[in-house]
């Protein structure tokens, strides 16, 4: 028999391995506390699957969201000019578009002033004026319009704004909505606030709740004429149909202007936050990693009193003529069994709450009457959970690796266990 041919027979599970490894794993009443640890275990491995796929997948819908919703509303790189605003937009953009892989540019008004209400008191508002046929290029804002409409905004004196800022200050569609900012018309007594009424034309919800109670749109021209700016934009917010290309993109986009601008791109303007969430999902898998890892001792304590209590069976199995191969490799399977029914379970709890976890959310603050995700503490408005199969997929390996390793100390005893010793001995 060649080499290769024997290296597989060592590896080939025969009938009776089989049988022998599922009656070991049969509980009886000699065997109770050695079954009760093997419970606890595969409920271990159990938990500790579920756990590390649903806080993944959480995690990845968080990131997920607030990527969508953050590039939805702000431009993948922001050029600003250097020695004055753009007054000359309208012949850039054409220019910029016409760059491989810019989706689109919009010229943008951006400045912060205080609104005002029905209700009382005023609330910080950050203004961003607009053009119409630029407005509906930002499909986070247009699909999501929760009432009014977008159909006259440039030809009407009016504004829209998130739902979080119209409950806020007591708004609905057809409201005064009063805008004051501090950069206003210079008199003898000094610079006196600017302050404009407008009409609430359309009231949208993004789902951010940062976006739906700061962000207020008006149309270019309108926000030209509040901030005092005549013809001029201070900036150009553009989009990309790779966002992660932006570092190649920029420079021809630079070359495309033909002056000297400053840039920002989408990653350097957020570095820190999804940072923030890269670092906190490696440490959850981490910490949640070690629940699965805890389970895995408790197999290879299980497997250490199965094979004390075994121990004259594994002497008559030698003397039939059994080899120590043969012993490992039952040993294995009696502890690889509790792995695989554990991180099959895990995987189809984790993978069933991941796909109703809207409901469950629901059900949980039905049942105990709290808000369980505030979206005033988490950004949105509902829990999201993004299943990346990949991901899950390496839960499932690292679980059944871990498994098989617990087996392996337990196992390897077993087969160097001394027919003679333990019948003498028993």
Not at 236 to 243: C, S, T, V
Request: charged letters at 20%.
């Amino acid at each position: 028999m060649s080499t290769r041919a024997k290296g597989v027979s060592r590896l080939r599970f025969s009938s009776y391995e089989w049988m022998i490894a599922f009656r070991y794993m049969l509980p009886n009443r000699k065997q109770m506390f050695t079954s009760v640890i093997s419970i606890i275990s595969l409920i271990g491995i159990m938990l500790g699957v579920f756990a590390l796929i649903v806080v993944m997948a959480v995690m990845n819908g968080f990131r997920t969201e607030l990527l969508d919703r953050i590039l939805g509303m702000n431009g993948h790189l922001v050029i600003q000019a250097i020695d004055s605003d753009f007054t000359d937009y309208n012949t850039l953009i054409p220019r910029i578009e016409g760059v491989d892989g810019v989706k689109f540019a919009l010229p943008v008004i951006e400045g912060q002033a205080m609104a005002q209400g029905e209700a009382a008191g005023g609330t910080g508002a950050l203004v961003r004026g607009l053009r119409k046929q630029d407005l509906d290029k930002l499909t986070t804002v247009t699909k999501n319009i929760k009432s009014g409409s977008l159909d006259d905004f440039d030809k009407q004196d009016g504004v829209a704004i998130g739902s979080g800022m119209a409950e806020k200050l007591g708004l609905s569609v057809g409201s005064d909505i009063r805008i004051v900012t501090p950069d206003g018309d210079v008199t003898p007594f000094g610079v006196t606030p600017r302050v404009k009424a407008y009409k609430v034309a359309a009231i949208f919800t993004v789902g951010m709740s940062e976006y739906d109670t700061i962000f207020v749109f008006m149309p270019l021209k309108e926000a030209q004429a509040f901030f005092n700016l005549g013809n001029k934009v201070q900036s150009l917010e553009i989009f990309l149909n790779d966002p992660d290309a932006v570092d190649k993109i920029s420079p021809e986009i630079e070359k495309a202007v033909g002056r000297q601008v400053y840039s920002i791109d989408w990653r350097s303007r957020n570095q820190a936050f999804f940072s923030a969430l890269q670092v906190e999902r490696n440490v959850m898998f981490f910490i949640l990693s070690l629940i699965v890892l805890v389970a895995a001792l408790n197999i290879i304590s299980g497997l250490i009193m199965l094979v004390k209590d075994k121990g004259h069976d594994i002497a008559i199995l030698r003397t039939m003529g059994a080899k120590q191969s043969a012993v490992m490799r039952i040993f294995i399977m009696t502890g690889m069994v509790i792995g695989v029914i554990g991180t099959v379970l895990g995987l189809l709890l984790g993978v069933l709450t991941c796909e109703n976890i809207g409901h469950i959310q629901d059900f949980i603050s039905w049942l105990f009457n709290v808000d369980v995700f505030n979206p005033q503490l988490y950004f949105l408005t509902k829990l999201p959970a993004r299943l990346e199969w990949g991901q899950t997929l390496i839960v499932v390996f690292m679980a059944l690796f871990l498994s098989f390793l617990a087996t392996l100390i337990p196992a390897w005893r077993a087969a160097k266990l001394d027919p003679v010793q333990a019948l003498r001995y028993e």
